[in-house]
């Protein structure tokens, strides 16, 4: 496995399992009426400072366990790999940024008191939680792309 690949299968690891449990333990609260300001900032704290820990302690093993010159060489085949795969990502970005951008402005026309008595507060919360998905998401599909054309021979 070259040292890239390895650093990748640590970013779609880390990645996947920190932001699912933010997102699903996000859900679940907001699913009982139980999310606060608070709660989002403490957990979105806690899950950057995991997921950076995570991926120099990933980049670290990586670079421990891969020779001195193949972590030096970038071959054309890894680049060709790593554009496709930002490629894949970017276009995930866009498309959930877009969809996102598309069900909030349906859902404000549905539902203009959505905002209450706190002005921006739900819209605002919903939104940066949407960009932080967008973002996420399209970190995951770079990586799997990548992880895949790796490993595909030839």
């Known amino acids: 496995m070259s040292f890239r690949e390895k650093l990748s299968w640590g970013v779609l690891l880390t990645t996947s399992a920190v932001w699912s449990f933010y ?9 009982d009426g139980l999310l606060t300001q608070d709660l989002v900032l403490w957990t979105m704290g806690v899950c950057i400072g995991f997921s950076v820990a995570a991926h120099v302690g990933f980049s670290i093993l990586a670079a421990v366990s891969t020779s001195k010159a193949e972590r030096s060489v970038v071959d054309e085949r890894e680049q060709g790999v790593a554009l496709r795969a930002s490629q894949a990502a970017f276009l995930t970005l866009s498309a959930v940024l877009g969809g996102l951008a598309a069900f909030a402005y349906v859902y404000a026309r549905k539902h203009p008191d959505l905002l209450g008595a706190e002005p921006l507060a739900a819209a605002m919360l919903l939104a940066a939680n949407g960009v932080i998905f967008a973002l996420a ?3 995951v599909v770079r990586h799997a792309t990548q992880i895949t054309l790796l490993r595909r021979v030839g």
């Open 23 to 31: 997102f699903v333990r996000l859900g679940l609260r907001a699913a």
């Open 137 to 139: 998401l399209s970190e």
